[in-house]
């Protein structure tokens, strides 16, 4: 029945990963995901865990590394954040091509310069288009749950593309708080072994990542796109099969008490906890306010988000990164986008929050409610503003 | 829900508190949630760590702003920290000194209520190390009940393992001399 | 047609455009894009074999009585194999000719 633990969620992040029998983890440290891989270590030092650990010398090399192992036919999972994303950036783009289902979980953090370690999205972002697979956890729970379905959506011959689960780093890395950890047997019961459809065999040769020439380069993009898009039936109907078995729904787009909303606060990671304290503050002075939240990135589920605001007259849209001198951040551009192409116009208006390690606090969300509702009001046009910015 | 904010120096044990604090509430069935003031930390200087318990599941990321309770390991702290700061008024606040409460009071311009105990002295004759973590931890059980001493024994066997049992031993005593204002 | 020249619908192409076949580029025609081929004058020829071996596309093979016969679906017409040859035996004619 899996049991209810104190711990550090980034050592649970590590000890998921152990239950999921993992076969090569190829990683290099970096603040705030450090923990997670000290504790992998850990586990393979003290013979926990029976899997390959390789120490090695960049990120650059753990996804190389990752892409190896993958296409061997092993269970490949690494773990980095920000400055090691952008060094492992180019290998990415390789990965997820090549249709390897490799686990990652990115502790989000800020990218320099000036050099910042402290939470916001700018690496999840920097990852937006690289055909990986991204969902998002707001709480410890939700870190361990989204690892476990990573491998088993990654895994899936309809998928067999790479997934990343974003955690805010320090704000949810660092954070000591009641988990429930399942147990080995609920583990194997959910995630089959790893059986892959085509690896590196010397009895049976292949070509992995060969050339693709002009005539061939935009129907292999294709490709990709439409199994990126096939994907989230798959990513749902693993959530499906793992509310059934534990008990805990996860839903592409999830709301809170947005029913009757006429303003949407629309959120992204762990500040959507927040929120919905804001939420319930607005509800209790009578303001028709709800919560609209992203729990997966990659692919963009538009069909849920179109669902979850189609009844709202404006929404406040946070982003946790910037496109800078973009005509707003890159979350708002999906909502745009995804409402606009549909005929809906709500009055739409975006804020860049929590950047670099910045608190977002109940009261800047009730501040963002208000801007809202003035600017629909006012008639005034809608845009972006840098969150809490000093004059 | 409860907020505590403990103070501490790099090294002396203040996240352990924090952290020992949340595996206690857990333990207890409750929910918790300890971080530390996130970033870079050097030895001997000036730290945060941070603990909400609530009987509910806790909906927020926000860092704690106004601790009800704050727990100061370290007597030098009061002189360079305002540990008083975004406590509200029916707040309290343990501090390990050899100040009698009234002494504490007029010496450091506390307003809040308070709860003291040389904790030091304890840790030092206990442990035979300045460190307070535990010790503290035995004053802040006794002036606010948050946890409770059975609740903390496991965290602390599972943390300290050989030296455990002289933690308890000096979170007890703390427990015992501790001078709640009343 | 399709195999010949790696032109397919996006829907045939394996996962992760791995090729699952083993020496796959054999079906590749490289012989496609040639201005000039080699022809070889079979009384001048001594079949030393240097065409065949120093020739990059493995174009030349020994024919029953051992003289080497080029395959023009891999010949790009680079002509080493006529500049290689002891007995000036190849000569490059122009494709159309």
């Known amino acids: 029945m899996g049991k209810r633990v104190g711990m550090e969620v980034s050592i649970a992040a590590a000890e998921v990963v152990g239950l999921c029998d993992v076969d090569v983890i190829a990683a290099y440290p970096i603040t705030p995901q450090t923990h997670i891989v000290e504790h992998l270590s850990e586990l393979v030092a003290d013979g926990h865990l029976d899997a390959e650990f390789i120490p090695v010398e960049s990120e650059h090399s753990a996804m190389s590394t990752c892409v190896g192992s993958a296409a061997a036919g092993a269970r490949t999972f690494t773990s980095t954040s920000s400055q090691g994303y952008a060094l492992m950036a180019e290998i990415c783009y390789i990965a997820s091509s090549m249709r390897l289902p490799i686990v990652m979980a990115v502790a989000n953090r800020a990218l320099s310069a ?59 890395s660092h954070m000591i708080e009641p988990i429930i950890l399942p147990d080995k047997e609920e583990v194997d019961r959910y995630l089959p072994p790893y059986k892959p459809k085509l690896r590196l065999d010397p009895q049976n040769p292949m070509t992995f990542g060969p050339v ?93 988000l179109v669902d979850a605001v189609k009844g709202a007259k404006a929404l406040a849209v946070v982003d946790r990164a910037l496109s800078l001198s973009g005509g707003c951040g890159p979350v708002c551009v999906e909502v745009k986008s995804t409402l606009f192409d549909r005929g809906l116009s709500p009055y739409v208006q975006n804020f860049l929050a929590g950047l670099g390690g910045r608190d977002v606090t109940v009261e800047d969300f009730e501040t963002m409610v208000a801007k809202v509702g003035d600017g629909l009001a006012k008639g005034l046009p809608m845009g972006y503003e840098i969150v809490n910015a000093r004059e | 829900m409860v907020e505590i904010r403990f103070h501490g120096r790099g090294g002396q044990g203040g996240v352990t508190s924090a952290e020992l604090t949340a595996l206690a509430a ?38 704690v702003y106004s601790p009800n309770m704050v727990v100061v390991l370290d007597p030098t702290l009061l002189e360079i920290v305002d540990v008083q700061a975004g406590v509200p008024d029916d707040g309290i606040l343990v501090v390990n000194t050899k100040m009698s409460v009234d002494e504490l009071r007029k010496n450091a311009g506390l307003t809040r209520r308070l709860a003291v105990v040389d904790a030091s002295t304890i840790a030092i004759e206990t442990l035979r190390v300045p460190i307070t973590n535990t010790t503290m931890l035995g004053a802040l059980i006794k002036a606010t009940g948050v946890i409770s001493v059975d609740a903390l024994r496991g965290p602390v066997q599972k943390r300290f393992g050989p030296i455990a049992e002289k933690n308890l031993q000096a979170c007890m005593r703390a427990y015992e001399e501790t001078v709640v204002e009343g | 047609m399709a195999k010949e020249t790696g032109i397919v619908s996006w829907k045939e192409l394996e ?83």
Request: aromatic share 10%.
């Open chain 1, 114 to 172: 000036p050099i910042n370690i402290w939470n916001d999205h700018a690496d999840m972002m920097m990852a937006r288009d690289t055909g990986w697979i991204q969902t998002v956890a707001e709480n410890g729970q939700e870190v361990v749950d989204l690892i476990l379905h990573a491998f088993r959506v990654a895994e899936d011959h309809r998928v067999l593309l790479p997934v990343m689960v974003n955690l805010d780093g320090f704000t949810l």
């Open chain 2, 26 to 63: 857990i333990e207890e069935g409750k929910y918790a949630q300890a971080f530390p003031s996130f970033g870079p930390e050097r030895r001997g200087a000036p730290v945060m760590a941070f603990v909400r318990v609530s009987d509910q599941q806790i909906r927020t990321r926000e860092k």
């Open chain 3, 15 to 97: 996962l992760g455009c791995t090729l699952t076949e083993p020496g796959s580029a054999a079906q590749l025609k490289t012989g496609d894009w040639r201005s000039m081929r080699p022809v070889t004058n079979f009384e001048l020829c001594n079949k030393c074999g240097q065409c065949y071996i120093f020739c990059p596309d493995m174009v030349y093979s020994k024919n029953e009585e051992g003289y080497y016969e080029a395959d023009y679906y891999y010949c790009k017409g680079c002509g080493i194999c006529a500049r290689e040859c002891p007995k000036d035996a190849i000569q490059m004619v122009e494709e159309g000719d």
């Open chain 1, 212 to 304: 693709g020439m002009p005539e061939v380069y935009t129907e292999a993009k294709k490709a990709q796109d439409e199994a990126v898009k096939e994907s989230k039936a798959v990513i749902v109907e693993a959530w499906q099969e793992f509310e059934k078995q534990f008990g805990r729904s996860y839903k592409p787009v999830e709301t809170y008490k947005a029913e009757d909303a006429e303003t949407l606060l629309l959120t992204m990671g762990s500040i959507s906890e927040t929120a919905m304290t804001a939420v319930d503050k607005m509800r209790a002075d009578g303001q028709k306010v709800g919560l609209a939240h992203l729990r997966l990135w990659r692919p963009f589920p538009a069909e849920e």
